[in-house]
């Protein structure tokens, strides 16, 4: 059984870090694409970034490109979100998710979701 | 970026009727083309994928089609478990969701 589990999230003040991660396990974790994707209260889905299966190619939104950062550690079966810079906008419910395919983009869509962690930016 | 247009934004049914989901992006998307169902408290849930092809234990009642700048999901026929919010996503240019189609009871 796939299994996402995100952690990391809570309340953080503006313009503090926070890093998200996310333990895999049910698939072989290196075989797939991974996924950050928010939902801000009451509100839509919104991709925040995705990194292929070696790292090779990685993509954010505009929203969070050159604050937050992906990564991977396929020995570990874990994905990461490095957020920095944080803004009350970033305010939202972050899912780990898994890939149908090696590539982020083109082919393919997510097909498992993790439960998501909240995080809060407020002071 | 590519900005996916969803329409209606709700859409009032009663179970056994069909419900058609629109979904316009603001340039080609190729095939490259994703549906989403969200419950309430609960996870998306992966309907369609590259436009037309259904997820692993998808009901056959949900259906993708189209191609380009636009696309439809069908419900041939509602059951009480579908009245929820529907979510398309691209990933030709990028990744990005619509705005949501909420289906609910009439």
């Known amino acids: 059984e796939v299994q996402l589990v995100e952690s990391g999230g809570g309340l953080v003040q503006p313009g503090r870090s926070l890093r998200l991660s996310c333990a895999a396990s049910g698939f072989t974790f290196d075989d797939y694409a991974m996924h950050w994707v928010r939902q801000a209260p009451g509100k839509g889905l919104e991709w925040v970034s995705g990194i292929s299966w070696n790292s090779g190619s990685i993509g954010y939104a505009d929203s969070v490109k050159g604050r937050f950062t992906i990564s991977r550690d396929n020995a570990k079966n874990s994905l990461y979100l490095q957020m920095n810079s944080l803004r009350a906008e970033d305010t939202a419910l972050y899912y780990c998710a898994k890939d149908l395919f090696l590539e982020w983009r083109s082919p393919g869509a997510v097909d498992y979701w993790g439960q998501g962690t909240l995080v809060t930016v407020s002071s | 970026e590519i900005v996916l247009t969803q329409s209606p934004a709700t859409l009032s049914l009663s179970p056994g009727e069909r419900a058609t989901l629109s979904c316009r992006a603001s340039?080609?998307?190729?095939?490259?083309l994703a549906w989403y169902q969200q419950k309430p408290g609960q996870a998306p849930r992966l309907l369609i994928y590259d436009a037309s092809n259904r997820a692993t234990g998808i009901p056959a009642r949900f259906s993708g089609s189209g191609s380009g700048t636009d696309f439809t999901l069908t419900i041939s026929s509602l059951e009480p478990e579908d009245f929820a919010v529907y979510y398309c996503q691209q990933r030709s240019s990028g990744v990005t969701f619509g705005p949501g189609t909420k289906v609910d009871i009439k």
């Open positions: 340039q080609s998307v190729s095939s490259y």
